[in-house]
Structure formats: C-alpha cells, structure tokens
C-alpha cells in the first residue's frame, strides 16, 4: 500500500541530509540509539529542531533511550528516495564534470552517474573512468536507455541554460546546476543550484564577525551597513 504524502517543509528536507550522514557514521548504527541532543552535535543544528524534524516524519523517540538509528535511517532514506536508485547524467566533461564523476560517494547514495556528455571535440570521446564521453546530441537516446532521474550541470555558466533546454527536451525533470546561472525552466522541472563562490562569501562573512570579535578592532557588518544607510 502506497505511504501517505507528509506534510514536510523545505527547511526540513534541507535538513535530512545532515541527519543521514550523520547516522550513517554512527558505530554500529543498524542497532544504535541516539538521543535527540547527540544527533543535534553530529549535524550543527539544535536539538528542538531535531525534534521538530523527526516528528514531521512521524518520526518519535523513546524518553531515556533516544530514537533507534536503522529506524530513523529507513525513514529519512524513504523520505528523500534514496532507497531508491536515481541515474544520473552529467553535462559538461571540465574539470568540475569529472571529478563528479568519479566521486563515487554519489552512486553509494543512489545517484550513480549512468553518462558524461559535451559537446567539445576534444573532449567527446575521451573516458571519465570507465565512462565514454557523450556528445550532448545523444542525451535522448542516453535518457530513455538508463532511465535518468536527474541531470548535472558542469559547464560553463553561458552553457548552462542551451544544457537545461537540452535535458528538458530528453525527459529529465531535475537538475542540479553547478553554475551560478540562473535557469528558467518550466513548473514541472525541479532545480537546485548549488554555487561554491557564494558558499566561500557567506564563510567569508562568518570569518570578518569572527575575527572581529576576537581582536576587538573590526567592526561588525551589521553596524557598517546600518551606518551607511543612515547616511544616504
């Protein structure tokens, strides 16, 4: 009998994740325990969100014992389908295509990559392990034969959008793009982005506050900003 959808909201899927991993690395965790507070310090979060998160999925803990680890593994793992197999293609045979390629943690979590495809010369033909570079006019015909569930974009930013047209038009529904190109697609395709140089700014960020603090000579940015507006 098919699960009932749950009601889960976007900030607690982006929280799954942390929790898989995070139980993943537990010792023994087939037959482990885990307290609320314990898995908080494992994923960064606190523990009331912890909590909260868990009990969205229906998710509940024995008082004094914590909740069972394989239990709490299966649900999650049902939650963001990777109990289930999604092959994926990746777009763009540069340096950032291959080494997702190779990166074998993402066929141990169920998206194993199926196909490399470019459209560059020099680039097609040439193997990313033991994976045959495509050229991006195959995409249908590597869609229907390995059942894609997603495709990832690793081209350049200014290729970014004809690569999603060209998935689109093959049968995939969800993209993650690697570029900091904005993508528009239609209502029933799904896209993450996923964009490193903003990921270092906001690091960037947390390190100013931190050292601010710390020497007691900078000043916060808040106060740099709000300064800036009172005087305009």
């Given at each position: 009998?098919?699960?009932?959808?749950?009601?889960?909201?976007?900030?607690?899927?982006?929280?799954?994740?942390?929790?898989?991993?995070?139980?993943?690395?537990?010792?023994?965790?087939?037959?482990?325990?885990?307290?609320?507070?314990?898995?908080?310090?494992?994923?960064?979060?606190?523990?009331?969100?912890?909590?909260?998160?868990?009990?969205?999925?229906?998710?509940?803990?024995?008082?004094?014992?914590?909740?069972?680890?394989?239990?709490?593994?299966?649900?999650?793992?049902?939650?963001?389908?990777?109990?289930?197999?999604?092959?994926v293609v990746i777009v763009g045979a540069g340096n950032l295509g291959r080494a997702l390629a190779n990166y074998r943690g993402l066929a141990s979590r169920g998206f194993p990559v199926r196909a490399v495809v470019d459209v560059d010369a020099e680039l097609v033909g040439s193997k990313v392990g033991d994976i045959v570079v495509r050229h991006a006019d195959d995409l249908a015909e590597i869609v229907a034969k390995y059942g894609v569930g997603v495709g990832v974009i690793a081209?350049?930013?200014?290729?970014?959008?004809?690569?999603?047209?060209?998935?689109?038009?093959?049968?995939?529904?969800?993209?993650?793009?690697?570029?900091?190109?904005?993508?528009?697609?239609?209502?029933?395709?799904?896209?993450?982005?996923?964009?490193?140089?903003?990921?270092?700014?906001?690091?960037?960020?947390?390190?100013?506050?931190?050292?601010?603090?710390?020497?007691?000579?900078?000043?916060?940015?808040?106060?740099?900003?709000?300064?800036?507006?009172?005087?305009?």
């Open positions: 009998m098919e699960r009932p959808a749950k009601q889960v909201s976007e900030a607690t899927i982006s929280r799954l994740p942390l929790y898989l991993s995070a139980l993943v690395e537990l010792p023994e965790a087939s037959n482990a325990s885990v307290s609320s507070d314990g898995l908080a310090e494992l994923a960064g979060v606190n523990a009331a969100t912890v909590r909260r998160d868990l009990a969205s999925l229906g998710i509940t803990g024995t008082r004094g014992v914590g909740y069972d680890v394989g239990y709490v593994l299966h649900e999650i793992g049902v939650e963001l389908g990777v109990n289930d197999e999604w092959p081209t350049p930013p200014d290729a970014a959008q004809t690569a999603t047209d060209r998935l689109v038009s093959a049968g995939v529904t969800a993209v993650l793009n690697f570029t900091s190109q904005v993508l528009v697609v239609g209502e029933a395709v799904q896209v993450r982005r996923v964009d490193l140089a903003t990921e270092l700014q906001i690091l960037s960020f947390y390190q100013q506050r931190t050292a601010a603090a710390r020497s007691g000579t900078g000043v916060p940015l808040a106060l740099r900003s709000d300064s800036r507006t009172e005087s305009l």
